[in-house]
């Protein structure tokens, strides 16, 4: 079930060139991306998780539920190596307990529908609703569906009132795969927590959840899918989220996720998080924001399709929200505020607006150590987001790109945020107007007097900001130290009427707005070089720049395939731009087209 790399000691400090050096990769396979130590300054996650068929198997009896049989009984009489299997298309309604076993990697236990094989998508290829009858979801991504056939067996939990189920994961259940279900609540039930969680604390290990359909109803609010608070060697894999959300200023709940976790007092990670479809108003995927003692650690998000339809945006045509018909509570796609070696690889992050407590960007790294009201207690000293890596995927359709900065609850800092590696992405359609954002590509913001925000590489991104706004957005109070080893090199950034710009006003480092003077007083040991910086305004031409930059006039002289606007274009450069091969490095300015294409293959 899972490999063990070997731990390597930490990095040290790293001078700028050798930072540079080693951001610069191209596109890896799983097991050759874990079989790597660093990307850049972040540390690759040192466990991987197998969790094909293969690795988990089940060679006892096979025990049918029929239509109206007990799965609760099914599962407490089930035997380690035994597979259960529920009828395909038939509802089975209630709130079931997966109870601990003494199950091992060669003995596990598989809750699966009775559908043959042959009537589900292949291993490795995601699931869809088209096997749970459905042939289509308005404002989604169309999938694939000639005929949709009710394959797939529904667990459903008959009750609301906040509370969580169909699937509690009991303390110490372990090896259980979850292949072929649709996991839903019942309609009319009002606000529900979690579709599957667990109980009393955990802690919870080896669990599989495989091609499996999880979704809330169209208008009441579903927080949350999979709750992986106080688990370990979880994967979730092949699988379609919809209708995760939470209504504003009336809903049951006001930050909803696909999938969650990064709170509690066990250890959690490893992770795996591999294609999928994932859908929430809140986030796609959220590490943190709540009360920890440890830091989940060794998570793969590779290969997901993280969306929002643009139907839950107030104002669009055909508008859907809750039953009191405010609309959802929208922040971002993904989110950490506490975790640790992550490979952020391959996906596709499509749809985000502000309005809200956020500004619509797509990414938010920030660790925070939380305030309980509850206790009057700040509830999380050790959340960390450390040795994070980014690389190879795509953001569309958003009000802002990347907001990094480490935040403080009631005045009380979090550990570290620290070791960042972020390359080889796309960023379009940045709107302010249309995505209700900040239209910024990046935040780079620091409120800690001690241990700064530092080790942040930017290399080789292709971002198109709104161009009245700004590329980066600074701050940090000037009596603070400084935010140390930030790389901004290789990239190609979109016109910007106020390049660079200041996130606090006064007093902020960055005060002044001129990029070089903004460096000098809020970095310490950088480098920005290297970057074309396409039609810069006069008042911030070469002279306000770092030397060793490019500026292009236009998007013209750039030379992308097809520029399109910055919207929905292909930016990989023709064989005549005068920025191929003018990278630091050696390769082409901006994002590796080519490499994105390849990570991102068959996401949509």
Known sequence: MRKRLPRMRAAGFMTVAVLLAAAIS??????????????????????FIHSQLANTPAPGQVLLVPAGGSFQAALNGAQCGDTIELQAGAAYVGNFTVPAKPCDNQHWI?????????????????????????????????????????????LVNPFGGSGSGPLRLAPGANHYRFLGLEITRAIGTGGVASLVYVAQGGPVDNIVIDRSWLHGDTHEDTKNGVALRDTTYF???????????????????????????????????????????????????????????????????????????????PGTPGFIGGISGYPYIVKNHFELKNAQRVLFEGNILENSWGGFSQTGSSILLMPLNQYSIKTNTNVCPACQVTDITIRYSTISHVGGGFQIATAVARG???????????????????????????????LLL????????????????????????????????PNNPKMSEIVITNNIFGTAQFPVWSALGSPDCAGKNVPVLTFNACFSGY??????????????????????????????????????????????????????????????????????????????
Request: proline residues 8%.
């Open 527 to 604: 480098a920005v070089s290297y970057n074309a910086l396409i039609a810069m305004p006069s008042a911030y031409g070469s002279g306000s720049w770092p030397g060793g930059n490019y500026y292009p006039s236009s998007p013209a002289v750039v030379q992308f395939v097809n520029f399109n606007n910055g919207i929905g274009g292909n930016y990989q450069l023709l064989p005549s731009s005068p920025y191929q091969k003018a990278g630091s490095d050696g390769l082409d300015l901006g994002a590796n087209i080519a490499a994105i294409a390849a990570a991102t293959a068959g996401v949509y």
């Open 110 to 154: 598989i809750v699966r529908t009775s559908a043959l094989n042959a009537s589900l998508p292949a291993e490795g290829v995601r699931v869809t609703p088209c096997y749970g009858g459905v042939a289509s979801l308005p404002g989604r991504p169309a999938f694939p569906c000639p005929s949709p056939h009710r394959v797939l067996a529904t």
């Open 235 to 313: 994967s979730i894999v092949d699988s379609y989220f919809s209708d995760f959300h939470c209504t504003s200023l009336l809903g049951a709940c006001t930050d909803a996720n696909a999938i969650g976790g990064g709170n509690g007092n066990n250890p959690g990670g490893p992770y795996q998080i591999v294609d999928n479809f994932l859908e929430a108003s809140g986030q796609s995927i959220l590490f943190g924001g709540g009360g920890a003692t440890t830091t989940p650690a060794d998570i793969e998000i590779r290969h997901n399709h993280m969306f929002k339809p643009l139907l839950w945006k």
């Open 446 to 477: 620091n409120t800690w007097p001690s241990n700064v925000l530092h080790q942040v590489t930017i290399n080789h991104v292709t971002a198109f900001p709104d161009p009245r706004v700004h590329i980066l957005t600074i701050g940090d109070n």
């Open 412 to 442: 009380a800092a979090a550990l570290a945020g620290a070791r960042f590696s972020i390359h080889d992405i796309t960023m379009d359609d940045i709107s302010a107007s249309k995505y209700t954002g900040g239209g910024g590509a990046f």
């Open 26 to 47: 191209t596109f890896l396979t799983s097991s050759e991306a874990f079989a790597s130590t660093y990307d850049g300054p972040a540390e690759l996650p040192r466990v």
